[in-house]
């Protein structure tokens, strides 16, 4: 099956850092997502991306499908921010979602 | 904003108890699934279910495993006969198509002990 790794798998920053967490995957996809885990372990979804570059706030997104890899970016981190980000992938001809194994972000104070 | 919704949050059973864990997707999708998260671990697919019948399923989702749309707005996932290694955190999502521009929207989950 289709594998997604995710870089790095811990990362600390402080308040007000910028951060790239990055995600590989091993074969072409139909959808990817971005996802934030809340420390209530909520998945709050981030971005639906499957190609090209959006933001929301301080988030952005770019999904580049032919080299297979999606960055997440984050800048002037908050402490709101900590958790883990997952990313996921849909493979064409399969309805699910692969997760990664996800990036555990703390933002100190 | 419509949103996934699932209850119990929290349900706590005996080994060998069957638990109904129930979800009620965003109205107009059309596609419904169970996901689980073992604690400290990435999230698993179980099951995806299409106009009444299960679509796609993994290699998890065994004959301990059920799961029904009883009426028009419910969805839910049965485990007969609970083992300590179901506790995990469930997830049911939704999505309004499949394949192409297919988002799927997470519910909060629900967190299953198994004692």
Redesign the interface.
């Known amino acids: 099956g289709i594998q997604v790794e995710q870089s790095p798998p811990d990362l600390i920053l402080q308040e007000g850092a910028n951060s790239t967490l990055r995600c590989n995957f091993s074969d072409s996809v139909n959808n990817l997502q971005w996802f934030h885990q809340n420390p209530w372990g909520q998945l709050i979804n981030l971005f639906y991306i499957p190609s090209g570059t959006k933001q929301n706030g301080r988030l952005s997104a770019t999904t580049v499908a032919t080299e297979r890899y999606s960055l997440l970016y984050i800048s002037s981190s908050q402490t709101t921010d900590s958790g883990v980000y997952f990313c996921a992938v849909e493979r064409g001809g399969s309805e699910k979602l692969v997760f990664g194994k996800g990036t555990k972000l703390t933002v100190n104070p | 904003e419509p949103e996934v919704t699932q209850t119990p949050s929290h349900q706590v059973t005996q080994m060998g108890q069957e638990v109904i864990l129930r979800c009620v997707p965003i109205s107009n999708h059309l596609?419904f699934?169970w996901?689980r998260?073992i604690l400290g671990?990435?999230?698993?697919?179980l099951v995806?279910f299409?106009n009444n019948e299960i679509?796609?399923k993994?290699e998890i989702f065994d004959d301990q495993f059920s799961v029904e749309r009883p009426d028009g707005s419910n969805f839910t996932l049965k485990i007969r006969s609970t083992k300590l290694e179901d506790s995990a955190?469930y997830?049911c999502?939704s999505s309004m198509t499949?394949?192409?521009a297919?988002?799927?929207?997470?519910g909060?989950?629900t967190?299953l002990t198994v004692l």
């Open positions: 596609y699934y996901y998260q671990q990435k999230v698993e697919f995806s299409y679509s796609e993994s955190m997830f999502a499949s394949g192409g297919n988002e799927q929207f997470f909060p989950g967190r």
